[in-house]
């Protein structure tokens, strides 16, 4: 299985272990994890280094998470890097504004389970692993 | 000084305080495996040693919400919650108590969603301590219900208002 770069996005450090975690769970690749506390600190992690895959809280301080997709998004730098709401946030509204709107490719709401991982991230994965 | 709020209806009150408790139920039975079980109403004006989670609600109907553990309770369900073991006196547990919030926070939001009321999740915050003893705003309504999680109880506080027109 091919090592996967992932950002991991969230001003919970506990919350950040456990997407972590589950994401080791699920086997969707050998991963290799960097952290960041908020939209801000990771388009700085961003500008360090490149990052397969992108999992991103919704409301964090400083920059939200709906606002590092769009600025993300709005960059030709990160074009292609699969971006994944990982959220409480779970109206139709927000789904949309993230998937729709913003260019987010995949949105789990929490709490999830490794299967769920799995469901809805495995063709994502598919595709990172065929690149690589 | 005329308050800057007036008093939400009695039965859209009640229902939120419903609406509340099942979110509450469902969405920790969800994320930690074990189902908390309502136990009626708790007791008010009685201080605790603890931890009080506290996220607000703006939009349609604002309200606050609060779930407050006692050290045993708080110690079980974030471990749960977590899938390991936190430190009740450790930076991690505040980070934990607010996720747990948080997460209950959203599913209530969408329930409410459902039912037509719109509202907007703003951040969670924390507060640990002994002898904390949440006050009430005179004339607001406020609901306390208590809930056991395995064999340890908490709280969970709903309070309402409806910010006043302005002329």
Same mark, same amino acid.
């Given at each position: 299985m091919e090592t996967v770069k992932a950002l991991v996005i969230d001003?919970?450090?506990?919350?950040?272990?456990?997407v972590m975690k589950s994401l080791q769970d699920s086997r969707l690749a050998e991963f290799e994890f960097g952290e /960041?506390?908020?939209?801000?600190?990771?388009? /700085?992690?961003?500008g360090e280094e490149p990052y397969d895959v992108l999992f991103v809280d919704w409301n964090m301080p400083k920059m939200s998470g709906i606002e590092f997709v769009r600025a993300t998004r709005s960059s030709s730098d990160y074009d292609g890097v699969p971006i994944i709401m990982v959220t409480s946030e779970k109206t139709m509204g927000k789904v949309e504004e993230a998937l729709d709107q913003a260019g987010a490719n995949a949105y789990i709401c929490k709490p999830f389970t490794t299967e769920e991982l799995q469901k809805k991230l495995g063709g994502i994965f598919e595709d990172l692993h065929a690149r690589k | 000084?005329?308050?800057?709020?007036?008093?939400?209806?009695?039965?859209?009150?009640?229902?939120?305080?419903?609406?509340?408790?099942?979110?509450?139920?469902?969405?920790?039975?969800?994320?930690?495996?074990?189902?908390?079980?309502?136990?009626?109403?708790?007791?008010?004006?009685?201080?605790?040693?603890?931890?009080?989670?506290?996220?607000?609600f703006t939009g349609d109907?604002?309200?606050?919400?609060?779930?407050?553990?006692?050290?045993?309770?708080?110690?079980?369900?974030?471990?749960?919650?977590a899938g390991?073991?936190?430190?009740?006196?450790?930076?991690?547990?505040?980070?934990?108590?607010?996720?747990?919030?948080?997460?209950?926070?959203?599913?209530?939001?969408?329930?409410?969603?459902?039912?037509?009321?719109?509202?907007?999740?703003?951040?969670?915050?924390?507060?640990?301590?002994?002898?904390?003893?949440?006050?009430?705003?005179?004339?607001?309504?406020e609901s306390r219900k208590l809930l056991r999680f395995e064999d340890a109880d908490f709280w969970v506080r709903v309070a309402a208002l409806n910010p006043r027109k302005s002329a």
């Amino acid at each position: 299985m091919e090592t996967v770069k992932a950002l991991v996005i969230d001003d919970s450090r506990v919350m950040r272990m456990m997407v972590m975690k589950s994401l080791q769970d699920s086997r969707l690749a050998e991963f290799e994890f960097g952290e /960041a506390e908020n939209g801000e600190d990771a388009l /700085a992690k961003l500008g360090e280094e490149p990052y397969d895959v992108l999992f991103v809280d919704w409301n964090m301080p400083k920059m939200s998470g709906i606002e590092f997709v769009r600025a993300t998004r709005s960059s030709s730098d990160y074009d292609g890097v699969p971006i994944i709401m990982v959220t409480s946030e779970k109206t139709m509204g927000k789904v949309e504004e993230a998937l729709d709107q913003a260019g987010a490719n995949a949105y789990i709401c929490k709490p999830f389970t490794t299967e769920e991982l799995q469901k809805k991230l495995g063709g994502i994965f598919e595709d990172l692993h065929a690149r690589k | 000084m005329e308050k800057a709020w007036q008093a939400v209806p009695q039965a859209k009150f009640d229902s939120l305080c419903s609406v509340v408790e099942t979110s509450l139920v469902e969405t920790v039975g969800a994320a930690c495996g074990v189902k908390p079980v309502p136990r009626g109403l708790a007791e008010t004006g009685v201080p605790f040693d603890g931890i009080i989670g506290m996220m607000s609600f703006t939009g349609d109907l604002p309200f606050s919400l609060m779930v407050g553990l006692p050290r045993t309770c708080a110690t079980r369900m974030v471990g749960k919650f977590a899938g390991f073991d936190i430190d009740y006196e450790g930076p991690d547990m505040g980070d934990a108590v607010g996720e747990v919030v948080n997460v209950v926070a959203g599913d209530l939001a969408l329930r409410l969603d459902r039912i037509g009321v719109r509202c907007q999740l703003t951040l969670p915050s924390v507060a640990r301590g002994r002898d904390v003893q949440p006050l009430s705003l005179e004339g607001q309504p406020e609901s306390r219900k208590l809930l056991r999680f395995e064999d340890a109880d908490f709280w969970v506080r709903v309070a309402a208002l409806n910010p006043r027109k302005s002329a």
